[in-house]
């Protein structure tokens, strides 16, 4: 190994070094500066002052659900919610759409804003469009609109090509403060920069607004031929009924010489002829009391009729959870916020594990053993799931158990050891398992279903892991025995685990 560099060896080349420093350090500034703000590249000359583009984050609570962020989602808001140019005094952003736009290899940004201080109900929610300005060197807002949607909770933003022309069409969904779900959507227009976007479709309805999807050749595949344009159907209550679950239809198709959606076509759909009283009661009891209703295990029924009892859906609005489970995944979501709609809820939820993981699902009553689900996961995310949620559900029939064993104590004050270590529960609801390479805490609770002693151990939100549920032995004053189950449509479903035996601790 040669000697460290003398003095004198450092000071006879220390000019060229030093300069040699100097020139890289400006060179890794200038990248720096690139990297941060390519619109430098552009730039002709000092324009002068210019605002500090800022970070806005949506309010906590602002679509009346009051629930916090975690920091999982802060991370993802910073990411996804990061506007290119400063927002007004008193807006809020709702939803952020970053893409190119226009096919100039530089992305615009659509954003969906509220100025209602708490998102208020009936202010309604406007689109900014935000692209480059060479002449600025720079974003800035050129338009904005307003759109049908008032809740800001609700609004989600995506980009498809609804016309078949290759034009970008930005599709706005949400729901307003009369309860009733709205499509707007923007067709780009050669307006200039008076209306660089045009309004195509605004509408409104008490029951659900779906965009149906046509079947498109090869040909506007491979980009030699344009393909049809895709029809909107909107459902909503009919007004001349008695029957409050009757429906109308309404079709509507782009008309390519007034430039916008149309009404086409209008149908009357009969509903089941239930009890009457009971829907609206349902129905009209608001947010709550229709969580009541669902609460429990909903299997799916297939479009002939028949019973999916490998895929349900179970509400639990008492913990506020709501699980999706098929023979390949169970999915655990925080129940966050309801909305109540014309003929149901629409229900904001958040995965348990994933938590930057979102769904909206939107629940009609079909009839008071069946509902009609739609689910639809977070757009701003590249996280799905191949399996499809949508569809009707019925409820389980009740199964006879025959005698039902009395139930025991939820909770109690004890230690034990066994094969998966250290178990303490407390009377206070909390347990500690100890396992020798980690320590998880939770909460706990002993219920009885069928005749049969459960145990759900319900880890805290940070250790990650999933609740578990255990078949228990009545708890002892010596032992306690535990068997790993999954609970699905056809009963509890026992885990290839063995048996656990614990012991009481002295």
């Not at 909903?298 to 609005?317: A, C, E, K, M, N």
Request: aromatic residues 8%; proline residues 5%.
């Amino acid at each position: 190994m040669p000697p460290p560099p003398s003095w004198s060896n450092v000071k006879s080349g220390g000019k060229l070094r030093v300069l040699s420093t100097l020139a890289g350090a400006a060179a890794l500034a200038v990248i720096v500066v690139l990297l941060k703000n390519p619109a430098e590249l552009f730039r002709g000359g000092d324009p002068g002052p210019r605002r500090q583009s800022r970070v806005v984050i949506p309010q906590r609570g602002f679509d009346g659900s009051g629930d916090g962020l975690s920091g999982d989602e802060i991370l993802l808001r910073e990411e996804t919610l990061n506007a290119r140019v400063a927002m007004n005094e008193g807006e809020i952003i709702a939803a952020i759409l970053t893409q190119d736009l226009d096919g100039d290899k530089q992305d615009e940004q659509i954003i969906a804003y509220t100025t209602a201080p708490g998102g208020g109900a009936e202010t309604p929610i406007r689109i900014a469009y935000i692209s480059f300005d060479p002449a600025l060197g720079g974003f800035r807002r050129r338009w904005s609109v307003s759109t049908g949607a008032t809740r800001p909770g609700t609004v989600s933003l995506h980009v498809q090509d609804v016309l078949g022309d290759r034009s970008n069409c930005i599709i706005v969904t949400g729901m307003n403060g009369a309860g009733q779900h709205t499509l707007t959507i923007l067709r780009r227009d050669g307006g200039g920069e008076d209306e660089p976007w045009r309004k195509i479709a605004d509408i409104g309805m008490d029951g659900t607004i779906t965009i149906r999807e046509a079947e498109r050749g090869q040909a506007y595949r491979m980009g030699q031929s344009a393909g049809q344009s895709f029809t909107i159907a909107a459902y909503g209550r009919d007004p001349n009924s008695e029957n409050i679950l009757d429906q109308i239809e309404i079709i509507y198709r782009y008309h390519e010489g007034r430039g916008r959606f149309e009404q086409a076509q209008f149908s009357r759909i009969p509903g089941p002829q239930v009890q009457q009283r009971r829907v609206r009661e349902l129905l009209s009891g608001g947010a709550e009391n229709f969580e009541g209703f669902i609460d429990g295990i909903w299997y799916h029924v297939s479009p002939q009729g028949t019973v999916d009892l490998r895929q349900y859906i179970y509400f639990d609005s008492l913990n506020r959870e709501i699980i999706f489970c098929n023979d390949e995944t169970q999915q655990v979501f925080n129940w966050r916020n309801s909305s109540a709609t014309r003929y149901g809820l629409y229900v904001s939820c958040q995965n348990f594990s994933v938590s930057t993981l979102r769904r909206s699902i939107d629940i009609e009553l079909e009839s008071l053993s069946s509902l009609r689900i739609k689910v639809v996961e977070d757009v701003r995310l590249n996280i799905s799931v191949n399996n499809s949620w949508d569809g009707s559900y019925r409820r389980t029939e009740t199964v006879e158990q025959g005698e039902e064993a009395a139930a025991p104590e939820p909770y109690l004050e004890a230690v034990y050891d066994g094969s998966i270590g250290r178990l303490r529960f407390n009377a206070g609801g909390g347990y500690e398992l100890d396992t020798g390479n980690e320590i998880r805490r939770g909460s706990y609770t002993f219920y009885a279903v069928g005749g049969q002693t459960v145990l759900e151990l319900r880890p805290g939100a940070v250790s990650g892991n999933r609740r578990e549920i255990w078949l228990a032995g009545q708890p002892g004053p010596d032992s306690l025995s535990l068997r790993r189950v999954i609970l699905s449509t056809r009963g509890f479903q026992p885990v290839h685990e063995p048996d656990v035996n614990l012991t009481r601790a002295e």
